[in-house]
């Protein structure tokens, strides 16, 4: 089993910064694929980012150059840091576990609750 814990979420204005965080619990943290994933009312879930356990990382294009994931296997937890955040990148962040096959992102179904990040114009 395992448990996905994301926080750091809140209001900021435009051209702010946020740092998520994403404490995981069980012994796969280190061997998986770690994504971030936003919601935003009205729209599908997307995917803005993930991290290989290698460390390899890929971006949507929509945050590319603003937001940078990272990993610390050490501490079970995942992190996002965003930068330059837009009205638009308001949403529910969640995280989760996953893999890469045929070169995308596949989650599994672990999730976490979310952490709402609202930025104001």
């Known amino acids: 089993q395992v448990q996905l814990v994301e926080s750091g979420g809140g209001l900021v204005q435009a051209g702010g910064s946020l740092r998520l965080s994403c404490a995981a619990s069980?012994?796969?943290?280190?061997?998986?694929?770690m994504g971030w994933y936003r919601q935003a009312p009205g729209n599908q879930r997307e995917l803005v980012a993930h991290i290989t356990n290698s460390g390899r990382t890929d971006y949507a294009d929509s945050v590319k150059g603003r937001f940078t994931i990272s990993r610390d296997n050490a501490k079970n937890t995942v992190y996002l840091q965003m930068n330059s955040l837009k009205p638009e990148d308001t949403a529910v962040y969640y995280c989760?576990?996953?893999?890469?096959?045929?070169?995308?992102?596949?989650?599994?179904?672990?999730w976490g609750q979310g952490t709402q990040v609202t930025v104001s114009s």
């Open positions: 069980g012994s796969i943290f280190s061997i998986s694929t």
């Open positions: 989760n576990v996953g893999r890469v096959m045929g070169g995308s992102y596949v989650p599994f179904d672990y």
